[in-house]
């Protein structure tokens, strides 16, 4: 009778720590499964933040790609810009003004090139706004462009060109004109871009100079002339024909008229 009693007591304590192990085991699993549902939760909600974050970025990133693509002829009105500049790259359409050594290479050609860059440039400043003269290959007459400024009423004029040595090849370097004529900063601004210019890329500083071009007198605010170099040089052509080269230049130019506005302007 003792032993059956004893058996039945062993066989009581081996069910109830058999019970109490599938209870634990039991106990984990459930654990282990309400874990994996919330990391599963939480990765998900993660994951749709994630997307969405990603489209806005997209958004915001296309939108600026867009806004540099077209470049104004004319003034949008608005009202968050404190700054108006007008860039007029020179010549176009038929007038191609000087040509190089190699008769191919026009400047009407390159002085569009730098001048879109310089406006992509400047249309990146929060105060500044920017319209330009031509945005093709197209004539455009020097009393159009200096009629396009005064009606738009601009705040300043920055004309892009190419120089041309007649009877040589040797002449290189870059100089900015302004005009006398005008009692106002152009001379300022012709300095301010002139110097920029010359710290950023090696070029010989041919310095400020004065003339009666057309397009600076009959422009109603400041304005200089920007000549980038020598086509007729066939070294200094070389490099005028370079995207690099190019966009030096346009920066130089860029941060002259940066410049001139935090120092003058804003007096």
């Known amino acids: 009778m003792a032993r059956r009693r004893n058996n039945r007591s062993s066989r009581r304590n ?7 192990i599938k209870l634990s085991v039991l106990i984990i699993i459930i654990i282990l499964f309400i874990a994996g549902t919330f990391k599963l939760t939480q990765g998900a909600i993660l994951a749709i933040q994630n997307i969405n974050d990603n489209k806005q970025k997209t958004s915001v990133k296309e939108s600026s790609e867009n806004d540099n693509e077209t470049l104004q002829t004319e003034v949008d009105k608005n009202i968050n810009k404190k700054y108006t500049i007008l860039i007029d790259p020179g010549h176009g359409g038929n007038d191609k003004g000087t040509i190089a050594n190699d008769k191919v290479t026009f400047e009407k050609d390159i002085t569009l090139k730098i001048g879109a860059l310089v406006a992509q440039k400047l249309t990146k400043q929060k105060d500044v706004q920017v319209i330009i003269s031509r945005n093709e290959d197209k004539y455009v007459s020097l009393a159009d462009r200096a009629k396009l400024a ?7 004029l920055v004309s892009i060109h190419l120089n041309g040595q007649t009877g040589g090849s040797d002449a290189t370097g870059l100089e900015v004109y302004y005009t006398k004529e005008k009692d106002d900063d152009s001379y300022e601004l ?10 950023y890329i090696d070029v010989r500083d041919r310095g400020v100079k004065s003339d009666r071009f057309q397009v600076l007198l009959q422009s109603k605010m400041p304005a200089v002339l920007v000549e980038c170099g020598f086509l007729t040089n066939n070294e200094e052509v070389k490099k ?8 030096d230049l346009a920066e130089g130019i860029t941060q002259g008229i940066l410049t001139y506005i935090d120092e003058n302007m804003k007096k």
């Open 14 to 20: 081996k069910k109830r720590k058999i019970n109490k």
């Open 150 to 156: 005064n009606e738009q009423n601009v705040d300043a």
């Open 190 to 199: 012709a300095k301010q871009i002139q110097e920029t210019i010359t710290s």
């Open 240 to 247: 005028l024909k370079d995207e690099e080269y190019q966009n």
